[in-house]
């Protein structure tokens, strides 16, 4: 059966430190990749998709770049962390080419100070 | 642009009474419309997909619906344990692998 980890589950850092959050698929190969964002009491905002390795699409323009260095790792990264990337960050995989549903990880929560 | 809206916000009813989450959207060509539980601190566990105006889903007290240009979220006499935020979210044909959520329904049940 497929799974997906994602780590760490929280995390608080100063503003203007780096960041980098992972997330791996088991046992599917190369599934869509998502990082989400969930701002408290607030849907779902859609940060970065990737169709495979090296593929991504950004939707949100700011200081958060993505990466997919092997079929089922995606890294969400930043140089330097602002106090408005505080939220919940969800990492979600689906079935390529299907109209099928998001599988998620736990999340990781992130509050910059 | 594709987007995708939920109400209402919140709902608060009395164990037993039903009611409807609504979920409209705009987009080009819906490959899919997904709906979502959510309970507090964890990830989004999935619940229903809908492809075609006029189908229904159901799954215990919830029963899903599908329109040309919304989805209904039914609640059949609810119990407690169905208190989450329920989120709705579109697959668009223009671009199949992106889905977008709407803001989402906080449903509180009281016993």
């Known amino acids: ?113 | 642009e594709d987007q995708v809206t939920q109400s209402p916000e919140a709902l608060r009813l009395q164990e037993g009474e039903s009611s409807s989450l609504n979920c409209s959207y705009t987009v080009s060509g819906l490959r899919g419309l997904f709906w979502y539980r959510q309970d507090p601190g964890k990830g989004p566990e999935f619940l229903f997909t809908l492809y075609s105006a006029g189908e229904e889903k159901e799954k215990e007290r919830l029963k899903a619906t599908l329109t040309k240009k919304e989805s209904f979220l039914h609640i059949t006499a609810p119990k407690p344990e169905d208190s989450a935020t329920y989120l709705c979210a579109v697959q668009a044909g223009s671009s199949a692998s992106k889905i977008i959520f709407g803001s989402g329904t906080r449903l509180s049940i009281r016993p």
Do not use: M
Request: net charge neutral; charged share 10%.
């Open chain 1, 1 to 113: 059966s497929q799974t997906i980890h994602q780590w760490p589950a929280t995390l608080v850092q100063p503003v203007g430190s780096p960041l980098s959050l992972e997330c791996t698929v088991e046992g599917t190969s190369n599934p869509n990749l998502y990082w989400y964002r969930q701002a408290a009491g607030r849907g779902l905002q859609l940060l970065f998709y990737s169709v495979g390795i090296g593929q991504i699409s950004s939707e949100v323009p700011q200081n958060l770049s993505a990466s997919r260095p092997q079929d089922r790792q995606f890294i969400l990264s930043s140089k330097k962390l602002l106090l408005s990337d505080s939220g919940f960050y969800l990492c979600a995989w689906s079935v390529p080419d299907t109209s099928g549903s998001l599988h998620f990880g736990n999340g990781t929560r992130l509050t910059v100070t």
